[in-house]
């Protein structure tokens, strides 16, 4: 039996493998930036660079391929049987099963792949800040939007096991176009990308002359701009981040009407601005979400584990599956 897990969590910028013991301790982390190579077999740059990663992290600890098992998250569609279908935001993996090729890199390996807000949930589900509520969704903000459906104490997966894709729920059927192919998904206003469109339409349309006086030019203001002079205070960049907040919110509403969970957990790199984030998203749900104040309360909380939840989560799965 495997006293360690290593989990990985494959995003659209960077990789970030864990080295888990079974407390739920992490002992050892290690990232680097997620390859795009379009003219590659699918998913074989993102395989060779999470082999590296599992290899790096397993013999700086002394360990071989058979003292650990590894999961994986990986963003996109992944269905029952370990393919990833459709990765908008790595296109360069849609189509792989990337344990399959994994295990071509390594025989003795032992590998699962899951998708990445699924692997988040379990993280906050089991240990985290979602710890003792039996309905939550787990809603990870990065280049996009993930999701991760716990639902009276089980990850939803639907029939395909495509379930949780919240980021591609269509919240304005006129809006910017999506790397999904549709128009005006979720992920295209609440996610880092959205903080970025927004902050350079704000700047455009005249609303940021600090940040646009700093930054040199409307063109140069960047999302981390606006959190950090939402951060400290700045009047302009938190008018920016309410707004963020409002579509957050909205996303937030429908799911609520949906599925009828009063328990978020917001996770991701964008959650590094959640203490501005989540008050503005709290602030607009109520009016948002069907029956309002007439239903239970709604809570929006940080994740506790932060970008780390996907590659935990991904951890303790491999624990659950692959080493009971």
């Given at each position: ?154 990850l939803l997966r639907g029939r395909h096991g495509f379930a949780g894709e919240i980021g591609h729920m269509v919240v304005d059927a006129r809006g910017p176009r999506c790397p999904c192919g549709s128009r005006g998904c979720w992920?295209r206003f609440a996610s880092g990308a959205g903080v970025a469109r927004l902050a350079r339409e704000a700047a455009t349309a005249g609303r940021l002359p600090v940040l646009v006086s700093q930054c040199g030019g409307s ?106």
């Amino acid at each position: 039996m495997s006293e360690v897990a290593i989990g990985v969590d494959v995003g659209g910028t960077k990789v970030l493998a864990v080295l888990l013991d079974r407390r739920g301790v992490v002992l050892d982390s290690e990232r680097v930036l997620t390859p795009h190579v379009a003219e590659r077999p699918a998913g074989d740059a993102a395989a060779e660079v999470v082999h590296d990663l599992v290899k790096s992290v397993a013999s700086r600890n002394n360990l071989s391929s058979a003292d650990v098992v590894v999961g994986v998250g990986l963003p996109g569609m992944m269905s029952r049987d370990g393919v990833l279908v459709f990765a908008p935001n790595l296109p360069s993996a849609s189509g792989a099963n990337l344990a399959a090729s994994l295990r071509a890199l390594d025989p003795n390996v032992r590998v699962l792949c899951e998708n990445d807000a699924d692997c988040a949930a379990v993280a906050e589900y089991q240990l985290g800040a979602g710890r003792g509520c039996d309905d939550m969704v787990m809603v990870t903000l990065g280049t996009g939007i993930g999701g991760g459906i716990i639902s009276h104490g089980e990850l939803l997966r639907g029939r395909h096991g495509f379930a949780g894709e919240i980021g591609h729920m269509v919240v304005d059927a006129r809006g910017p176009r999506c790397p999904c192919g549709s128009r005006g998904c979720w992920e295209r206003f609440a996610s880092g990308a959205g903080v970025a469109r927004l902050a350079r339409e704000a700047a455009t349309a005249g609303r940021l002359p600090v940040l646009v006086s700093q930054c040199g030019g409307s063109e140069l203001v960047r999302s981390e701009d606006i959190t950090l002079a939402a951060a400290a205070g700045l009047g302009e960049a938190l008018d920016v981040i309410d707004e963020v907040g409002w579509w957050l919110a909205l996303g937030l509403a429908n799911l609520a009407a949906i599925l009828d969970c009063s328990h978020f957990v917001i996770g991701g790199g964008l959650s590094e601005a959640s203490t501005l984030l989540l008050p503005a998203a709290q602030r607009h749900i109520a009016s948002l979400v069907e029956g309002g104040p007439l239903r239970p309360p709604i809570t929006v909380v940080a994740s506790h584990f932060n970008e780390r939840s996907g590659a935990i989560g991904a951890a303790l799965l491999a624990f659950e599956r692959l080493a009971p």
